[in-house]
């Protein structure tokens, strides 16, 4: 928690109780007098420090290691990193909303072959960060407001080696686009989840220039068939 703008951390001041100081974040003035570091990071309204793109600038970090009017061992600087990180969100995963679970989890982990990592009845997390929430329960969180099933601004994108094989798994589903060729060389499939949810798997890039590779095609005539750079072919060819 941000407990001031240049990275002290009040609760540990030890001048804290003795001058009745409130903390930086909780007065206009520090009690000992102007402070260009706290009018500098508030006129940006910034919560601290860490988050300006100047961080950390040479007034900062003369501050931080002045040893006559601070700790002078620079860990200001690294506590307004903390402070910027602990604020920073982590991607974590993606969820779709489910309408029957048991159907969805068949689908996930049968037709993708994806592996549960936890579940808990209404809320379901896979291997590769995706998230299955049950319907109602999602409804409930969003405050009622309705949900769209069956769009198109979106999909979970997968690849495969093999995509014959692949393709013997799809006799139950419901095909957005059935197995074609992009322009670039690589087989894809679109089809749709149980509940409309878009999903696309397409071959695996390495699958697709080898292919090219051992038709006869040379390095920069594969180059130019998948519309890439060299340096991709000779990457995914296994050439580097």
């Known amino acids: 928690m941000t407990e001031s703008r240049c990275g002290l ?17 909780q007065q206009e003035h520090p009690f000992w007098g102007t402070c260009p570091i706290k009018i500098c990071c508030e006129g940006k309204q910034l919560p601290h ?13 003369d501050y931080a290691y002045d040893k006559e009017h601070g700790e002078g061992d620079g860990g200001r600087l690294e506590q307004c990193r903390r402070w910027q990180q602990e604020a920073t969100p982590v991607y974590r995963s993606v969820l779709m909303a489910v309408t029957d679970m048991d159907r969805a989890k068949a689908f996930y982990t049968g ?15 896979l291997e590769g960060g995706v998230t299955l929430q049950q319907m109602d329960v ?14 198109h601004a979106s999909e979970l ?4 080696q093999d995509m014959d094989g692949f393709a013997a798994r799809l006799a139950e589903v419901e095909f957005c686009q ?24 397409g071959e ?21 068939r998948m519309g890439v750079p060299l340096e991709y072919v000779q990457y995914y060819g296994g050439l580097t």
């Open 157 to 160: 994108y997968f690849e495969v």
């Open 178 to 201: 059935p197995i074609h060729e992009a322009p670039w060389g690589q087989r894809l499939v679109r089809l749709y989840d149980p509940d409309g949810n878009l999903i696309e798997v």
């Open 9 to 25: 951390v009040c609760s540990q001041c030890t001048w804290k109780e003795s001058t009745g100081c409130p903390g930086c974040l």
């Open 204 to 224: 695996d890039m390495a699958v697709v220039t080898r292919r090219f590779l051992e038709s006869g095609l040379t390095p920069e005539q594969t180059a130019a």
């Open 138 to 151: 999602w409804k409930m969180l969003l405050d009622g407001r309705p949900v769209t099933p069956r769009h």
């Open 49 to 61: 420090c860490g988050g300006c793109p100047e961080f950390p600038c040479q007034p900062l970090h």
């Open 111 to 125: 037709v993708l072959g994806l592996k549960i990592v936890e579940d808990i009845g209404a809320n379901v997390t």
